[in-house]
């Protein structure tokens, strides 16, 4: 099982990222995919999830009207869109497959860097 994040990097206030995650190794099409991000200090924090089917997505409020996630099963990928960035989006993101209910089967990402400075 393997979750690749790439596209994370060094961007001024007001920038663009788009984050992706190419996943393998596992029944992609079956698993919630998520986003996360830690800055340093801080706990990881949910930031996006969508769907299996890629038909519903949520956000945190931070985020909302910014950030952008999808998915394509074809292809065993999910994407993060950031647009509008601000330095408090400064983090570590991971990517996250999950399934379950109450118990969960969950894979993770090494994480990459994104960084809003001027």
């Known amino acids: 099982v393997q979750l690749v994040e790439s596209g994370g990097g060094l961007v001024q206030p007001g920038g663009s990222l788009r984050l992706s995650c190419a996943a393998s190794?596992?029944?992609?099409?079956?698993?919630?995919m998520r986003w996360l991000r830690q800055a340093p200090g801080k706990e990881r924090e949910l930031v996006a999830s969508?769907?299996?089917?890629?038909?519903?997505?949520t956000y945190v409020d931070s985020v909302k009207g910014r950030f952008t996630m999808s998915r394509d099963n074809a292809k065993n990928m999910v994407y993060l869109q950031m647009n509008s960035l601000k330095p408090e989006d400064t983090a570590v993101y991971y990517c996250?497959?999950?399934?379950?209910?109450?118990?969960?089967?969950?894979?993770w990402g090494q994480g990459t860097q994104v960084t809003v400075s001027s």
């Open positions: 996250n497959a999950r399934r379950g209910v109450t118990i969960f089967n969950d894979y």
């Open positions: 190794g596992f029944t992609f099409s079956s698993y919630v």
């Open positions: 969508i769907s299996s089917a890629g038909d519903t997505t």
